[in-house]
């Protein structure tokens, strides 16, 4: 061990040496062990597995309905009949975002990582990079897969490249960022069922509540909520927004992303700041 | 090293601890003693850096928690037994940890051979029982192979072996030149394990000295004394000239009189010179666990009492009632029970007049010496010396 007591000599009284070579952790080290954590725990492959099951049998089935339905091809890009699928995988992906956090706290786990490693900051660097990287590749790869089967199905024209990548990585990356914001408020909520409470609200509340705004004062709120709720603005990377205005192109992403770093930069506040 | 300077935690209006000062040294297993809810917990977080005090400061080494230099290679800690996720393996939980804090792998395996888990190292940590759990937390703590180790209630919920292992591994670390902390409700498993001892109670400091002033400052001896059952007037005289001599006597169920703050000597030549013969003389020396017991139940804040099953019994006819004025206020023949510091005595049947109430919590100095609130008369506030005057006393006795 490197001297402990720097003040006081090399060998200062009763000190112990370990024979174990010493070196300072990192992030490197930190990403690793958060790597271990998320592959060994069945909610993992618990949400993950939901998720790519709904978007593989929506997706595919819709297809099936759609080239059923119609002998010509459709006039939209086929792609966007993925974007049910990804929708309610989203719920899976806010899922295990939470769980990634809140179960640690759930469990105590937090105050044995926290007493390995005391900067805060790393362990949810770690953890948010971590669960980042794994939804985007998981949520791209498969919308991939089930774009090209779409194609094929529905027996359509070739979309644009444009298309596809904001369909395939475009998604991934809203979904992937969709679960940051998720991660955030698991970290601020501390509390699994109650985080994943406050996310489904978050989803689902803008457009549920738009639908019952009828009252002509209150047409600017609707028309807010319609546009800028998450469902819409994932519609938006598929070309299929719920109405003529609100984001367009690539959009949604740049608001979700600032949603998430909000909630992130309020999680490493409380982190660094609350007692565990 | 570790050194907690006016340490102070509340949670909204409740005090968790309150000016918590005190050193924890290498190559020392250092006791950390307190009833339940004491701030056992709360201060062995604090160390830690999750609990941020609300005043004072503890640093480990030199340097508080979260600024020390390579923390999980200088400091090890169980904090609970049941803080890992329980659907992680055993291994997986030890090789996350070894990886946040950049220890090689092996090593994983070197702990779970050290405390035998190797065998259920891929089972899920949800099926252990509480004594495997407690395994993998001090696998967990010992992992770093750390210099200062805190553990929390280590032995809850281990077997006999698993009680010796530990008490084993605790003084085998220590006598490597590593600081050990270990926090325990068990009196009795300290004496065996501890070095020195920190004992708190409504988390505040009660005491941080050596085991073995610990005892000799805290296990108060006493006298048991017997005169002849056939005569309780002898018993009740010697009662009187002990008291007076500036002993302090309660009476035992069967008779017996318990002295404390006379040596045996002077009890004799008092009952000499008083013309009471003596059916027994004998010393009596409190163990450690009744010096604790003493010493924190001012302090306990959970009180377990009687199940008297009240309202739920016919009630007795009102009227004389034998066993609820004398029985009170006499001492258990056995166990714990060592004569508590005047005012304090939960025993008394009536509470003394102007009990001293803000009295210091260290009973340093001897009963006998403690100021006697009033008069040395049969009817003085040491409630049990009373007791022998009480004219229901005799009327007891007949009716046995």
Redesign the interface.
């Known amino acids: 061990m490197t001297t402990p007591y720097p003040q006081q000599g090399p060998h200062p009284q009763g000190a112990y040496d370990s024979p174990i070579p010493v070196r300072a952790a990192h992030l490197g080290d930190a990403l690793a062990s958060e790597w271990t954590k998320i592959r060994s725990v069945r909610s993992t492959l618990w949400t993950l597995g939901v998720m790519i099951v709904l978007m593989f049998g929506i997706g595919l089935l819709s297809a099936v309905a759609v080239s059923a339905a119609s002998p010509e091809p459709p006039e939209e890009s086929v792609l966007s009949l993925g974007f049910f699928g990804v929708l309610l995988g989203s719920i899976c992906v806010i899922t295990l975002g939470v769980m990634t956090v809140a179960s640690e706290y759930g469990t105590g786990m937090i105050r044995t990582t926290l007493t390995a490693c005391p900067s805060r900051a790393r362990v949810l660097t770690a953890k948010a990079l971590v669960f980042f990287l794994l939804v985007f590749v998981i949520t791209t790869v498969t919308a991939a897969i089930v774009g090209a089967l779409q194609t094929a199905i529905a027996d359509a024209g070739v979309s644009s490249g444009e298309d596809w990548f904001r369909a395939t990585v475009g998604a991934g990356l809203f979904v992937a960022l969709l679960g940051l914001l998720s991660l955030g408020v698991g970290a601020l909520i501390r509390h699994s069922a109650g985080a994943i409470t406050i996310m489904i609200g978050v989803v689902l509340l803008p457009l549920v509540l738009a639908l019952f705004m009828f009252s002509e004062s209150l047409r600017e709120v609707q028309e807010f909520l319609l546009e800028y709720s998450i469902p819409s603005q994932l519609g938006v990377l598929y070309d299929t927004p719920v109405t003529g205005q609100g984001p367009s192109g690539w959009e949604p992403l740049w608001i979700m992303a600032g949603l998430a770093g909000a909630a992130l930069a309020a999680a490493y506040l409380a982190l660094d700041r609350r007692d565990v | ?1 570790i050194e907690a300077i006016g340490l102070t935690k509340r949670y909204g209006a409740k005090t968790a601890v309150y000016d918590l000062s005190f050193q924890v ?3 020392a297993v250092t006791g950390f003693l307190g009833p339940n809810g004491s701030g056992k917990s709360t201060t062995m ?1 604090m160390v ?5 005090p609300t005043s004072g400061h503890v640093t480990i ?2 340097h508080p ?13 169980l ?2 037994a ?8 055993a291994r ?1 939980h030890l ?3 070894a ?6 792998a092996r ?1 994983v395996d070197e702990v779970l051979g050290v405390v035998g888990l190797q065998d259920v190292a891929r089972r899920r940590s949800k099926g252990f029982s509480l004594g495997m759990g407690q395994r993998l937390g001090i696998a ?1 703590a010992l ?5 200062v180790l805190l553990f929390d209630e280590p032995v809850n919920g281990l077997d006999p072996e698993g009680i010796l292992w530990v008490r084993n591994l605790m003084k085998q670390l220590a006598a ?3 600081t050990v902390f270990v926090s325990s409700h068990l009196m009795s498993e300290m004496a065996l394990t501890a070095d020195h001892l920190i004992v708190i109670g409504r988390g505040q400091l009660l005491a941080d000295m050596s085991v073995k002033d610990f005892i000799a400052h805290n296990s108060a001896g006493f006298a048991r004394v017997r005169t002849p059952q056939t005569e309780p007037q002898q018993r009740e005289k010697l009662s009187a000239v002990l008291t007076e001599a500036g002993g302090r006597v309660m009476p035992e169920p069967d008779g017996a009189l318990r002295v404390t703050g006379l040596a045996l000597p002077a009890i004799s030549d008092l009952a000499h010179g008083a013309d009471v013969r003596l059916w027994e003389l004998s010393p009596h020396q409190a163990s450690l666990e009744e010096a604790y017991m003493r010493m924190t139940q001012a302090a306990v804040d959970f009180r377990s009492t009687d199940d008297r099953k009240a309202g739920l019994m016919q009630q007795p006819a009102p009227g004389y009632d034998p066993s609820a004025a004398v029985t009170a206020s006499e001492v258990p023949q056995q166990g714990w029970y060592a004569p508590p510091p005047p005012g304090r005595n939960p025993y008394a049947s009536t509470p003394p007049g102007g009990a001293p109430t803000g009295r210091d919590p260290h009973p340093d100095t001897p009963p006998a010496a403690a100021p006697a609130p009033a008069a040395p008369a049969p009817a003085g506030p040491p409630a049990p010396a009373a007791a022998p005057a009480d004219p229901t006393e005799s009327s007891t006795e007949d009716a046995r």
């Open positions: 090293m040294r290498p190559g977080r830690l850096g999750l609990d941020q080494g030199g928690f979260r600024k020390l230099p390579n923390a999980p290679r200088q400091v090890g800690a904090l609970d049941k803080a890992v996720h329980g659907g992680r393996s997986n090789l996350s940890l990886q946040l804090s950049g220890i090689p090593r967990a992992l770093g192979d750390p210099q490597e030149g590593r």
